[in-house]
Nanobody, 124 residues
Framework: QVQLVESGGGLVQAGGSLRLSCAASGRTFSIDVAGWFRQAPGKEREFVAGIARSTSTIYYADSVKGRFTISRDNAKNTVYLQMNNLKPDDTAVYYC?????????????????WGQGTQITVSS
C-alpha cells in the first residue's frame, strides 16, 4: 500500500504562486508515475502534470504549461507542484496520485493511489 498526503493549498490572488507537496509513505518503491490532478465544482477530475520516477519524463496539461512545474525528490519520497501566475480558473481541489505500473499519464483510472486533496482558491 501507498499513502499520499498533500499540503500547501490555500487562498491566493490572481498572479500569485503556491507550491504543493505530496509526501508518499509505505511501498514507495512501487510508484512508477506520480501525478497531479484537479477537480473544480461540477467538473470532472482533470490531469494537471505527471512525472516518471525512473526516467524523469514529464507531462503537463496544455492549460498549465509554462506556469506550473512538477518535480520530485526521490530521497524524500515527495513530489512537488510549483504553481506560478495562478488564475481564477485554477481554482479546484488538487489531488496527488500514484501509478505503480505506467499505463497513461492523463487517465485517472490508471492511478492506484490518491491523496485526500487540497483546496486551491484563486481570487480575481
Amino acid at each position: 500500500q501507498v499513502q499520499l498526503v498533500e499540503s500547501g493549498g490555500g487562498l491566493v490572488q490572481a498572479g500569485g504562486s503556491l507550491r504543493l507537496s505530496c509526501a508518499a509513505s509505505g511501498r514507495t518503491f512501487s510508484i512508477d508515475v506520480a501525478g497531479w490532478f484537479r477537480q473544480a465544482p461540477g467538473k470532472e477530475r482533470e490531469f494537471v502534470a505527471g512525472i516518471a520516477r525512473s526516467t524523469s519524463t514529464i507531462y503537463y496539461a496544455d492549460s498549465v504549461k509554462g506556469r506550473f512545474t512538477i518535480s520530485r525528490d526521490n530521497a524524500k519520497n515527495t513530489v512537488y507542484l510549483q504553481m506560478n501566475n495562478l488564475k481564477p480558473d485554477d481554482t479546484a481541489v488538487y489531488y496527488c496520485a500514484a501509478q505503480t505500473i505506467y499505463r497513461d499519464y492523463k487517465d485517472p483510472t490508471y492511478y492506484n493511489y490518491w491523496g485526500q486533496g487540497t483546496q486551491i482558491t484563486v481570487s480575481s
